[in-house]
C-alpha cells in the first residue's frame, strides 16, 4: 500500500458523500519506507483505505477522530499465512 495525496492539501481525495471521511488519524508520525517518507501529518480513511495524508485535516471532515500524536503510524499490508 502507498501512501495517497501526501502534501497536497489542497486536493482531498476519497471524501464520501457528505464531505466525510470514516476516520482521521491527527498528528501522527507518517512513515512509509518504501518512500523514504517521514512527518508528522495526518491521516484520513476511507473503506478500509488510506484516502488521503496532508497536514490539517479539520476533525469536521471525518465521522472518526482519533488523536494520534507521540506515535508511529505507517502503512501495512497484511498478507494471509500459508500455514
Given at each position: 500500500?502507498?501512501?495517497?495525496?501526501?502534501?497536497?492539501?489542497?486536493?482531498?481525495?476519497?471524501?464520501?458523500?457528505?464531505?466525510?471521511?470514516?476516520?482521521?488519524?491527527?498528528?501522527?508520525?507518517?512513515?512509509?519506507?518504501?518512500?523514504?517518507?517521514?512527518?508528522?501529518?495526518?491521516?484520513?480513511?476511507?473503506?478500509g483505505t488510506?484516502?488521503?495524508?496532508?497536514?490539517?485535516?479539520?476533525?469536521?471532515?471525518a465521522?472518526?477522530?482519533?488523536?494520534?500524536?507521540?506515535?508511529?503510524?505507517?502503512?501495512?499490508?497484511?498478507?494471509?499465512?500459508?500455514?
Amino acid at each position: 500500500m502507498r501512501l495517497v495525496g501526501h502534501g497536497n492539501p489542497s486536493h482531498p481525495v476519497g471524501l464520501v458523500e457528505g464531505g466525510m471521511y470514516d476516520l482521521v488519524l491527527k498528528g501522527g508520525r507518517v512513515v512509509d519506507p518504501s518512500s523514504g517518507f517521514d512527518g508528522i501529518l495526518d491521516v484520513a480513511v476511507e473503506n478500509g483505505t488510506i484516502a488521503r495524508v496532508a497536514a490539517g485535516i479539520a476533525p469536521s471532515e471525518a465521522a472518526r477522530v482519533i488523536e494520534v500524536g507521540g506515535t508511529v503510524v505507517t502503512p501495512v499490508r497484511l498478507q494471509p499465512s500459508n500455514t
